[in-house]
């Protein structure tokens, strides 16, 4: 029954919003409702939304070939405050995985690309 309260208020929400603003709804309602079955933790959705409070200005980047310095330290920052995320600056930075992270960053379609092993089972959607 929820399900169906659930689409058919998206059904006619969606009736009055304009094309572009669909997607931006869509996307609220379905990490709202993953936030309240906690397939999203607070930490990931925190970091979504303000990334990380530390200043990792310090941190050499050691990926320069694929990384911008902004890039690097926002690397940082989820390795701080996600799990799921731990030692991702030593993946870039390894050069058995760069060719991965390159292919992954260079792509129009980075959704469809592997990642490094570890981070596909260790990841979730969000």
């Known amino acids: 029954m929820i399900e169906d309260v659930t689409k058919a208020f998206y059904v006619v ?3 009055g919003l304009f094309e572009k603003d669909k997607l931006l709804y869509s996307f609220l309602n379905t990490s709202s409702i993953q936030r309240r079955s906690g397939a ?3 930490d990931e959705w925190n970091t979504f939304l303000r990334g990380s409070a530390s200043d990792f200005k310090d941190k050499e980047n050691k990926a320069k070939d694929i990384l911008s310095d902004e890039k690097w330290l926002g690397l940082w920052g989820l390795e701080e405050c996600c799990p799921a995320f731990k030692d991702i600056t030593a993946s870039c930075a390894d050069t058995a995985d760069q060719p ?4 992954y960053m260079e792509s129009e379609n980075p959704e469809k690309c592997n990642l490094p092993a570890i981070y596909e089972d260790r990841l979730n959607n969000f």
Do not use: K
């Open 100 to 103: 991965t992270w390159r292919e």
């Open 13 to 15: 929400i969606c009736r």
């Open 40 to 42: 999203i933790t607070p």
